[in-house]
């Protein structure tokens, strides 16, 4: 499978236009405190790893009642584009949805990606999504890898719905991931969610070990 790759010109140029497009709208998500043994949610709509790590847009974090954000965006950036980010998170529950992504440089096109996870579980949808003229599954199983040949850089990997489990025990699911080999590693990162209940700290529910009783004995003197 090959890519075409005309307009990229150099992996700095593009992640600069990515940064000046997103950045005034990104913000990191109040997340919940780690290893407290609470339910807890998550999700973001878009975020990107590389030579110029961008934090999630939009993202939300919630421990009780549901929140929710949303953010229309512009086609104004030359490596991805995409429109009507929406993203919920509640303390059992979280949701993210993308419409109308574009990646030009990768021939990646969908009409809406979305992740969900409830309960502890994690699903992923596609509607009308295709990379390099192939048409990709609606509903791919879980940790679904397909390699791209991206021409002139090299191969890229794309995985959909993404499961892995959080090092708490909650549940993350990211219905695409894009790793691209540029002059530096860059992941693009679309629709992710987060949900379940994490796992108590070990180290809080293990009382403190008893400081140890002298024994006194007597030794015989021999002599």
Known sequence: MRVSFRRLTTAGLLATGLAAALAPAFAAPALAEPGS????GSAYGLTLSGPLDIAPVPAVSSGGEQ????????????????EALDVRASASRARSKVARLSVPSADLLASAVAAKC????GSAHLTDARIAGR??????????????????????????NKQRRMPDGRMNVTAMELAMPLTEATTLRVASATCG???????????EAPAPTPVRRDLPVTG
Do not use: C, H, M, Y
Request: glycine letters at 12%; hydrophobic letters at 35%; charged letters at 30%.
């Open 37 to 40: 043994g609470g339910a807890a």
């Open 67 to 82: 929140v929710e954000k949303s953010l229309l965006r512009e086609k104004g950036t030359k490596f991805v584009r995409a």
């Open 118 to 121: 409830d309960g502890g579980r």
């Open 135 to 160: 048409r990709l599954d609606a509903t791919p199983p879980p940790n679904t890898r397909i390699p791209v040949k991206v021409e002139g850089v090299g191969d890229a990997t794309l995985t959909l």
């Open 197 to 207: 209940r994490a796992a108590p700290d070990v180290r809080q529910q293990q009382p």
